[in-house]
């Protein structure tokens, strides 16, 4: 079992930054693949952005590409998205999740473990 739990929402302006945390427990944080997705209301929850194991490869939605950023520091067992130059349209929910497979995956149904979200308000 991996319990994960988000942190770094709240309301920004268009053209601000956020920085989201995922702070995970249980089994070995390292072994997992870690992925960012969002759901806004009314809508179906999306790939963001995920990083494997390792760090050396991440994965971006096209949406996202150039302004966001997934990190992760495996010595505290923590997974970051920095948010810049945010947009009205990335209002959402954000839920990190971890993925046991190798590779990273960019599908909600290829992750075994999600954390509870967390709000993230873009205003215009």
């Known amino acids: 079992q991996v319990q994960l739990v988000e942190s770094g929402g709240g309301l920004v302006l268009a053209g601000g930054s956020l920085r989201l945390s995922c702070a995970a427990s249980?089994?070995?944080?390292?072994?997992?693949?870690m992925g960012w997705f969002r759901q806004a209301p009314g809508k179906e929850r999306e790939f963001v952005a995920a990083i494997s194991w390792s760090g050396g490869s991440t994965y971006y939605a096209d949406s996202v590409k150039g302004r966001f950023t997934i990190s992760r520091d495996n010595a505290k067992n923590t997974v970051y998205l920095q948010m810049n130059s945010l947009k009205p349209e990335d209002t959402a929910v954000y839920y990190c999740a971890a993925d046991g497979a190798v590779v990273a995956g960019t599908e909600v149904g290829e992750y075994d473990y999600w954390g509870q979200g967390t709000q993230v308000t873009v205003s215009s």
């Open positions: 249980g089994r070995t944080f390292s072994s997992y693949a």
